[in-house]
């Protein structure tokens, strides 16, 4: 039995006629009543009285046909399903995050989504770099934002933006206090440049759909990102000069404690973890309360602490993270997916001049 044998059959019944039926189905008469005996043959039984015209629905005609007209409606349904999705008019989109940079760039994205799409239902699942990567293996996820590199290279990715990476120091640290005198001393003799003359402002700049930002240029970079370059030897504070101080870092599992422990390697020394937080928030309250220094990404800073940490700019070749949407390389998107991964090049317009680094890009150890 066969979705064509039902749909001739339902035609047969609903005209009581083979010739109205096969010009219905534009089919050859013929034809179609060949298909009728084939499934009166699967069957076993007759399903019409050919003997009187028009032509009756026998017994087990009659007993078929409720069943014959549900199963065309439900094929229907799912054609129109399908239509439905295909038209981003209904259906659902599984977005994975980390929580410290989806709080501040997925609100207005998912904003203007659902409000192009109003029919799709957007999910949020955040979790660490870790969980995110297994997510995304798995399916769990159709999108998930993250840090480059991928964890994997079964997944696929669309950078959205580049951003510095800045020290966060207590407050009253003597190193806060030289930078804030280096900055004073070098504004009076520098000419000014605008509103963005503090490398710790300027080094990149939030995307343009937040406030008071615009989508950095992405160039390939060194290890932990690809990153707009400063002029090199930017004034700020070496890494080096917090070697001996207690770090603040993000939990294993977390693709920024990776970061930030290359960070350290690359400048000599190993960090002396003092405490471990999976909130970005936390580190910054500590350190704000003068137990140790860490690094923050600048969308993470939070200026909002009474006292605030001094968020300084690294001196040297620029600290970056590069933050992307990724998937799973082999299996296709869906529909809602790609939809997403076009907005975001409409709110990121720089992801379109990013130069993809070499497959054997890989993340720093997380030991």
């Known amino acids: 039995m066969n979705l064509h044998h039902i ?10 006629s083979f010739t109205r039926a096969a010009a219905e189905n534009m089919v050859a008469q013929p034809s179609l009543s060949q298909q009728i005996r084939r499934l009166e043959e699967e069957l076993g039984a007759p399903l019409f009285d050919r003997s009187q015209t028009p032509v009756r629905l026998t ?15 439900q094929v229907e349904a799912a054609r129109a399903a399908v239509e439905e999705r295909l038209g981003l008019r209904s259906g659902r989109l599984v977005l994975g995050s980390l929580p ?46 993250t840090t480059l590199p991928p964890g994997s290279p079964d997944l696929d990715w669309q950078p959205l933006l580049t951003e510095p990476i800045l020290l966060a120091l207590p407050p009253d640290h003597p190193l806060a206090a030289a930078w804030r005198q280096q900055e004073g001393d070098r504004q009076q003799t520098v000419p000014a440049q605008g509103p963005t003359s503090n490398p710790a402002d300027s080094a990149a700049q939030l995307p343009a759909d937040l406030p ?37 870092v993000m939990k294993p599992g977390y693709g920024f404690r ?14 002396r973890i003092a ?24 969308m993470a800073t939070d200026r909002s602490l009474n006292p605030s940490p001094a968020f300084v700019p690294l001196a040297g070749p620029p600290l970056t993270r ?46």
């Open 59 to 73: 017994d087990a005609g009659e007993a078929l046909l409720p069943h014959a007209e549900a199963i065309l409606r």
């Open 212 to 248: 008071g930002g615009s989508p950095p240029p992405c160039q390939a970079g060194a290890e932990g990102g690809a990153s707009p370059h400063p002029p090199a030897g930017q004034p700020g504070v070496p890494l080096s000069a917090v070697a001996d101080e207690p770090f603040l």
């Open 275 to 298: 405490f471990e937080s999976a909130q970005i928030e936390t580190l910054q309250a500590m350190v704000a309360a003068g137990l140790g220094v860490t690094l923050v990404p600048q």
């Open 322 to 367: 590069t933050l992307a949407l990724v998937w799973r390389r082999d299996r296709p998107l869906p529909r809602s997916a790609e939809a997403f991964l076009q907005l975001s090049s409409e709110l990121w317009p720089s992801s379109h001049d990013f130069q993809r680094l070499p497959e054997t890009w890989k993340a720093p150890s997380s030991s």
């Open 258 to 271: 990776d970061l930030v422990l290359a960070a350290c390697h690359a400048a000599g020394f190993a960090p």
């Open 7 to 16: 749909r001739y059959f339902v035609s047969v019944a609903r005209h009581r």
């Open 100 to 145: 410290m940079t989806g709080s501040r760039l997925l609100p207005r994205a998912i904003t203007a989504y659902r409000r192009r799409y109003p029919g799709i239902q957007v999910i949020l699942r955040e979790e660490s770099t870790l969980r995110l990567t297994e997510l995304a293996l798995s399916g769990e996820t159709d999108l998930t934002l």
